[in-house]
């Protein structure tokens, strides 16, 4: 069974860095769409970044020239480093594979800009 394993969160100053990681295991035909998405405390569920075959981006605006999306198509990861870390950035962050015939979910990664 295909399931996305997730690491890379933690604690981090107002203005620090981190990075998430997304290794996807088991086989894979087709990758269409790579993404990660965040949810606050009280908050629904938002779109972070994702990335497409061929490399296209999107970025939410409240991310947009902070953090960078990119992929290994090799290894199946998706990568999400995030600078200049604000405190509404804390949240768990999730992320989200999509291909042919599938739409799988992380177990979701703390990040938490404190302090």
């Known amino acids: 069974q295909v399931q996305p394993v997730e690491s890379g969160g933690g604690l981090v100053q107002p203005g620090g860095s981190l990075r998430l990681s997304c290794a996807l295991s088991?086989?894979?035909?087709?990758?269409?769409?790579m993404g990660w998405y965040r949810q606050a405390p009280g908050k629904l569920r938002e779109l972070v970044a994702r990335?497409?075959?061929?490399?296209?981006?999107y970025y939410a605006d409240s991310v947009r020239g902070r953090f960078t999306i990119s992929r290994d198509n090799a290894k199946n990861t998706v990568y999400l480093q995030m600078n200049s870390l604000k405190p509404e950035d804390t949240a768990v962050y999730y992320c989200?594979?999509?291909?042919?015939?599938?739409?799988?979910w992380g177990q979701g990664t703390q990040v938490t800009v404190s302090s």
């Open positions: 989200n594979i999509v291909g042919a015939g599938f739409d799988i």
């Open positions: 088991g086989s894979i035909f087709s990758i269409n769409v």
């Open positions: 990335i497409i075959t061929g490399g296209s981006t």
